[in-house]
């Protein structure tokens, strides 16, 4: 009697191993053919997916993907033909192709029972792969244009972890050729816009190492190592930048700031004066040294030589002439502050006027940048300032207007 209930005990599993294989056949019919039905196909591979039985087989992984690959060259052919396919559909299919492939790929290199490796799906699994390689940058455009990141960098992804992929060793899809380098680039900038520095930083750091848009590599980077608050490999890409590209004012004057915000103005200095003996002749640099010396140094008549310097090169820039009249606007609020602390009537009378020689000073410079800059609050603050200080009702009621409108 036990061995007649063992007898059927195996052949119920026999029956349920046979019927979940024969599902891994029937689901690829139900994907070939001129009226494929994938929903059903899909259904049928998912039970075996998950089966006991079969889901370490590399043929129910295969089959998952083959099923993918059918609907995707589908739609596809209708795109060859000239008629519009139904995008989602196709990019949604050539999405999920990989994974399913990577794995029957990974199980067909098992070692059978005698401990021989034959594959039986390989050669197939490269084919499709293969076939379909370019059109990853092609989903990857079609949701990077919607701004679809995520799928944009996914697609973006695929393509690279194919190329990369030991499979395709030494074969024309491992080719490092201008397709890999922009792709690249393009999943480093799709991976800037998902909100996750360190996945940015990753995909930037790797497209840094290609020649496409090196530079603009070079700043997204920087600009990841700042939001991620990484100093120490913000200044190392700030100078590796500098070396790569000299001619590039972005690394330079960054590093500068780094310099600035973290109080380390002697370095400061030394770099802005390096750029100044390269560059004699740009304001900027001017304008950020006389910056260091104003708000950092705290010495002003170093910062006045400096500002006056790239006035003198660049008159017309309203940020520059108000950083100018501010050092003189500032000087005079301290010293009438000094001046209002004297009780003698003729030093206070002394250090008044001082105060207002500098008022004076400040506003030709804060006037020319308003007239440029209407809109710019802080030079109408200042020039209210100047205008109290200087006894200036009817430009003093004027600007107060003009702020209050």
Known sequence: MK?????????????????????????????????PNFAEA????KGALENAETKDQAKTWYVAGFIEDQEFSMERTKQMLGSQPNEPVMYTALANILPYLEKAYE????????????????????SILSANHVYYINGGAYYFDQKDYPKAYDFF??????????????????????????????????????KDSQKAIAALERAKNTDYRQN????????????????????K?????????????????????????????????????????????????????????????????????YFKKAVELDGENPDIL???????????????????????????????????????QAMPYFEKAHQMKPEERDYMTALRGIYYNLNMGDKFDAIEAEMNK
């Not at 195996?10 to 690829?28: D, G, P, R, Y």
């Not at 290199?109 to 799906?121: A, D, R, S, T, Y």
């Not at 004297?342 to 500098?358: G, H, P």
């Open 237 to 305: 890409t700030l100078k590796e930048g500098m070396e790569k590209f000299p001619d590039e004012k972005y690394y330079m004057l960054s590093l500068i700031n780094n310099y600035i915000y973290s109080n380390r103005n002697e370095q400061a200095i030394e770099y802005l004066n390096s750029a100044i003996q390269k560059d004699p002749n740009n304001a900027q640099l001017y304008d950020v040294m006389g910056r260091v010396y104003e708000t950092g140094v705290k010495d002003y008549a170093k910062a006045e030589e």
């Open 322 to 360: 108000a950083n100018l009249g501010r050092v003189y606007y500032n000087q005079g609020v301290n010293k009438l502050g000094e001046a209002n602390s004297i009780t003698d009537t003729q030093k206070y009378q002394e250090e008044s006027a001082k105060a207002k020689a500098l008022f004076e």
């Open 42 to 45: 899909r259904s049928m591979i």
């Open 107 to 126: 199980l067909d290199q098992l070692p059978n029972e005698k401990g021989k490796i034959k594959p039986k799906f390989t050669k197939d699994i490269k």
């Open 157 to 194: 992804q695929q393509y690279l972890e194919i190329s990369d992929h030991p499979m395709f060793k030494d074969t024309p899809t491992a080719a490092r050729d201008s397709n890999f380098m922009t792709v690249q680039f393009y999943a480093a900038v799709a991976a800037t816009q998902l």
């Open 216 to 235: 603009d590599v070079y700043q997204y980077l920087c600009y990841e190592y700042e939001q991620a608050k990484d100093t120490v490999n913000l200044e």
């Open 3 to 35: 061995r007649v209930l063992l007898t059927a005990a195996l052949c119920m599993a026999f029956s349920a191993s046979f019927a979940q294989k024969k599902a891994v056949s029937e689901a690829q019919s139900l994907a070939k053919g001129s009226n």
